[in-house]
């Protein structure tokens, strides 16, 4: 099968199982559920940085220390860049108590929700072209640890809609409508890409170092907030999982 093929099935897939298993949580199935779905996600996105990513960039390259000095700089750049997204939040919510006092925001969150979640997917999409270009193994490991961690942040956009007075119909639309930029980040990557394999293991570290900083600074702290034993093993038990679901579709996809 062609690549591009592989690319475009893989993003319009993962932006509709994410956002169809999204939905269904959101509207139905027990908020007691979210908490595994994170700790699942947590171990597909370390299992697919330091299992699958970072030794096929590693192949696909001579300078190591290039290699790590970039995952080291992707992992601050996303730490930056999520400090200058909380600042904006903060002050968007600090103008907006002292000039608009009344509760509801009028859609105003959906809106922000939904331009944000576009550009996650539209990097989303260039890392799954990345992967795809350097094999259809990482490729497909890739896609699968971007849908699974993808699930728990669709669950939550589907709530700021629906409390921002959006139907359940169009919160679905908005959700959709923001997955496609992720077929378009993908598109464009493998145009850009294809010709310049120097690029590939930089995005590669990239694609490491988001997964590593959403793993360890965006999920797991969350885990935390249920300190019980049982609650521990639980969380261990599913990244776990998740790691070994890693292994298990990279070991399919290698082999077929």
Request: proline residues 3%; glycine residues 8%.
């Amino acid at each position: 099968m062609a690549t591009i093929v592989w690319i475009s099935a893989a993003t319009v897939a993962g932006g509709v199982i994410s956002i169809a298993i999204a939905a269904l949580f959101a509207l139905s199935a027990p908020a007691s559920w979210v908490p595994a779905l994170v700790s699942l996600a947590i171990g597909t996105l370390l299992g697919a940085a330091f299992l699958e990513i970072l030794p096929h960039a590693i192949e696909s390259t001579d300078n190591f220390q290039a290699l790590f000095a970039t995952v080291l700089a992707g992992i601050l750049g996303f730490f930056v860049l999520e400090k200058l997204v909380l600042w904006r939040h903060h002050h968007i919510e600090d103008f907006e108590a002292r000039d608009h006092p009344h509760p509801g925001d009028h859609g105003r969150s959906g809106v922000m929700i939904t331009v944000g979640d576009s550009f996650h997917n539209f990097v989303d999409g260039i890392l799954i072209a990345a992967a795809f270009l350097q094999s259809t193994e990482l490729g497909v490991v890739t896609a699968v640890a971007i849908i699974a961690h993808e699930i728990p942040q669709e669950i939550g956009d589907f709530l700021v809609l629906l409390h921002s007075g959006y139907s359940r119909f169009a919160a679905l639309a908005l959700n959709l409508l923001s997955s496609l930029a992720m077929l378009v980040g993908a598109l464009l990557a493998y145009f850009a890409l294809r010709d310049a394999e120097e690029w590939i293991s930089t995005v590669l570290a990239l694609a490491a170092a988001s997964m590593i900083y959403v793993a360890v600074a965006d999920l797991i702290p969350g885990l935390h907030r249920r300190p019980e034993l049982h609650a521990t093993a639980q969380q261990v038990v599913l990244i776990g999982v998740g790691v070994a679901l890693i292994w298990l579709v990279g070991n399919l996809a290698g082999s077929s």
